[in-house]
C-alpha cells in the first residue's frame, strides 16, 4: 500500500502540479506529434524512480512511462468535446489501475532511499498535493455540465482567485480534521458564505448560486473525507 501512495504522489505532481496548460493545450492540438506528450510521459517516469528511490524499480518506472504515453494517446486521439469528462475519468482510471497491479507484482529487493522516513509524511504530503490543483481540477470537470453563462467580465475579480481560494479552504479543512478542531470546519463554511452573500445576491441569477453552492459542498466533502483518510492512516 506504501508503494501505492508513492506512486500516487508522483501521478499527481506529474499529471496535474507539473504539467502546465500550455502543454495540455499543445498535446490537444498535435497529439502523438506533441513534444509535450514525450516530456511528460518522461516526467512521470523519473518522479516514479525519484519517490520510490529503490534501484531495482527502474523496468517498472519505465513500464509507466510506456503506459501512459499510449493511455494518453488514446484520450487524445478519441475523446470528442462532448466526451471529454468521461475520457478523463477512463484516462486515471487506467492510470491508477496500473499503478496498482505495480504495488501488487513489485517485490522490494533493494535499500529505501526514500526521501520520506515516516508513512505519516507520505500520506500528509499526498494529501496536500491532492488537495490542491489536482482536486481543483477535479471539482471543474464533475461541475462541468452545469457552468452558467453569465455576463460578467470578471474585470473586478483577481485572476484564478477562485481556484486559490479553494485551494486553502481545502487545505485548511484538513489542518481542522488533522488537529481534531471540526468546530473550525462550520466557521470556515459560515465565513465563506457571508462573503460570496453579496456576490450572489447582486447576481440575481439561481443557476449562478447553484453553481458556486455544488462546487463548494464538492470542494469541502473532498477535504473531509481526504481528511479522514489520513487520521485513519496514521
Known amino acids: 500500500m506504501i508503494l501505492f501512495i508513492k506512486l500516487l504522489l508522483a501521478h499527481l505532481l506529474a499529471d496535474f502540479v ?45 513500464a509507466i512511462a510506456i503506459s501512459h504515453f499510449f493511455i494518453d494517446w488514446a484520450k487524445l486521439t478519441f475523446q470528442k468535446d462532448p466526451s471529454q469528462k468521461s475520457w478523463f475519468f477512463i484516462d486515471q482510471l487506467l492510470h491508477l489501475s496500473l499503478l496498482f497491479l505495480i504495488d501488487l507484482f513489485y517485490s522490494d529487493t533493494s535499500i529505501d532511499l526514500s526521501l520520506f522516513t515516516t508513512d505519516k509524511w507520505l500520506w500528509m504530503v499526498t494529501a496536500i498535493v491532492f488537495l490542491s490543483l489536482p482536486a481543483s481540477v477535479l471539482i471543474r470537470i464533475l461541475i462541468s455540465g452545469w457552468t452558467p453563462k453569465t455576463e460578467d467580465t470578471k474585470k473586478d ?3 484564478n482567485a477562485g481556484k486559490y481560494i479553494g485551494i486553502l479552504e481545502r487545505l485548511f479543512i484538513l489542518v481542522f480534521i488533522l488537529t481534531d478542531h471540526w468546530e473550525g470546519i462550520g466557521f470556515l463554511l459560515a465565513a465563506k458564505s457571508i462573503f460570496r452573500f453579496g456576490d450572489l445576491k447582486e447576481s440575481k441569477e439561481r443557476k449562478l448560486t447553484e453553481y458556486v453552492m455544488i462546487g463548494t459542498l464538492l470542494s469541502f466533502g473532498l477535504a473531509v473525507l481526504i481528511g479522514i483518510l489520513v487520521n485513519q492512516a496514521y
Open 18 to 62: 507539473l504539467q502546465p496548460d500550455p502543454w495540455v493545450e499543445e498535446k490537444q492540438l498535435k497529439k502523438h506529434k506533441s513534444l509535450k506528450l514525450y516530456l511528460h510521459v518522461l516526467l512521470h517516469g523519473l518522479l516514479s524512480m525519484v519517490i520510490v528511490a529503490e534501484l531495482a524499480f527502474w523496468p517498472y518506472a519505465i
Open 157 to 159: 475579480s483577481l485572476q
